[in-house]
């Protein structure tokens, strides 16, 4: 922007430019603010502190990029239509949102529905999370998975990439089956239907993973294959960690204290035991999966939000074009 000078120092010789909080917020200085603190306490993740300020800084600066990104994807559409004699709608721009397990995704796939579907020209706008690409707990029980829940193999993953591909060709009517976080499973004959967006944002902890190789050495399609853009939520592991327990601990004040939850037995239990579990859990099973299937994920993003230990932003990174 003219007259306008950025600190550089953070940027190396490597596939992304880095940019600070500060310098990051200049870059939307002219993109109006749309939402008010009753939509943002809405779109809020439990325990998640993202303040007016914060959507101001970031988000309304990436939403700016993700718009040139959605321009500029529509002349290359265009131009590559022109040149084969086609006349067939544009197909959605699809957007993928990656990161650990509490490390508040959610609240950014939200965020970023938000704010694109109240651009000028009103996109329609559909956000759909990979939890519902888990197999159901029978069948993790059956595969003896049960314990891996989150793991790239507890998904569904040739459904998962059948319904990317078939929204991404254009279908009118696409499918995907619906999870329930209170029953912990999928809701049996449940489904949402996605009807041609415009803008697609697929959410969840695997969404970046490469392709699996087959036995013969070659390699299929991976859900990312289908990204036009992505963004990676960052922040360190012991970050991750301290948010993951103070939310089991606020759950179990909650939506844990309803008789039909999953995880209704857990208020039964002292707070030194119920955290003393929440503990086990990151360690033998989120934690695993971050280190392991997640984080190494990370580089593949077009964009990279690190978060601080207060759930506070502190630098982005965007991939060199």
């Known amino acids: 922007m003219a007259g306008m000078s950025l600190d ?11 940019r600070s909080r500060r310098d990051w917020a200049q870059l939307a200085s002219s993109t109006p603010m749309t939402l008010d603190e009753e939509a943002l306490s809405r779109l809020r993740g439990m325990n998640d502190p993202t303040s007016l300020e914060e959507v101001v800084e970031v988000y309304l600066p990436l939403t700016r990029l993700l718009s040139q990104y959605f321009e500029h994807t529509g002349h290359l559409y265009r131009a590559t239509h022109d040149f084969l004699q086609l006349s067939v709608e544009r197909t959605p721009f699809v957007i993928g949102v990656a990161g650990s397990v509490a490390v508040g995704k959610s609240t950014t796939a939200r965020l970023l529905k938000e704010l694109l579907s109240r651009w000028p020209q009103h ?6 999370t990979t939890d519902g690409f888990l197999f159901p707990n029978a069948e993790l029980e059956r595969r003896g998975l049960l314990q891996r829940k989150g793991f790239p193999e507890s998904y569904d993953r040739r459904s998962l990439l059948r319904f990317v591909m078939d929204v991404k060709s254009g279908k009118p009517h696409v499918t995907a089956p619906v999870y329930s976080h209170l029953y912990y499973d999928i809701l049996p004959g449940r489904q949402i239907v996605v009807n041609q967006p415009d803008i697609l944002i697929v959410e969840g902890l695997n969404v970046l993973q490469p392709a699996r190789q087959r036995a013969d050495g070659t390699s299929g399609l991976a859900v990312s294959d289908f990204f036009d853009f992505s ?5 360190l592991e012991a970050d991750i960690k301290t948010w993951f327990l103070e939310r089991f601990a606020t759950l179990r004040q909650t939506a844990f204290r309803k008789p039909e939850s999953f995880f209704h037995r857990f208020t039964k239990l002292s707070d030194e035991d119920a955290m003393a579990y929440a503990d086990r859990v990151w360690d033998t099973i989120n934690g695993p999966n971050l280190v392991q299937n997640v984080r190494p994920t990370r580089g593949r993003a077009t964009a990279i939000l690190r978060k601080g230990a207060h759930h506070d932003v502190s630098w982005v990174r965007i991939r060199k074009v």
């Open 8 to 18: 550089t120092s953070g940027e190396t010789n490597g596939p992304y430019v880095q």
């Open 123 to 128: 996109p329609h706008v559909e956000l759909v």
């Open 231 to 235: 963004v990676y939520v960052d922040a």
